[in-house]
Nanobody, 130 residues
Framework: EVHLVESGGGSVQAGGSLTLSCVPSGDTISGNCMAWFRQRPGMQREGVARIWTLTGYPRYADSVKGRFTASQDAAKNTVYLHMSSLQPDDTAMYYC???????????????????????WGQGTQVTVFG
């Protein structure tokens, strides 16, 4: 059974940066579509970034484009979300997710298609103050 373990959340002043990490225990990131979602207080969960590890090509939600960067390190079996120019509106629980196994080596769901992501991490809290 695959589990996703996130880390790197915390509190940061507006304008600051944080980098989240996600490691799948029991599997590798190879060929998988890995994504980052967030749930802000009082709002629905939204996809913010995804990366297809086969190509390394990322996609971003408009709300984070130019500020967030998704990346991978296959040697460390880890995907990252580097967040810069953070604003209080970025305060949320951030979740790592992996797409359905049927999509492995095939492609990457759209960020709007949360239902196509079948394994989720426990979440890591990001709080931006100021």
């Amino acid at each position: 059974e695959v589990h996703l373990v996130e880390s790197g959340g915390g509190s940061v002043q507006a304008g600051g940066s944080l980098t989240l990490s996600c490691v799948p225990s029991g599997d590798t990131i190879s060929g998988n579509c890995m994504a980052w979602f967030r749930q802000r207080p009082g709002m629905q969960r939204e996809g913010v970034a995804r990366i297809w590890t086969l190509t390394g090509y990322p996609r971003y939600a408009d709300s984070v484009k130019g500020r967030f960067t998704a990346s991978q390190d296959a040697a460390k079996n880890t995907v990252y979300l580097h967040m810069s120019s953070l604003q209080p509106d970025d305060t949320a629980m951030y979740y790592c997710a992996v797409a359905r196994s049927q999509m492995r080596w095939v492609g990457c769901p759209h960020l709007e298609a949360a239902y196509d992501f079948e394994v989720w991490g426990q979440g890591t809290q990001v709080t931006v103050f100021g």
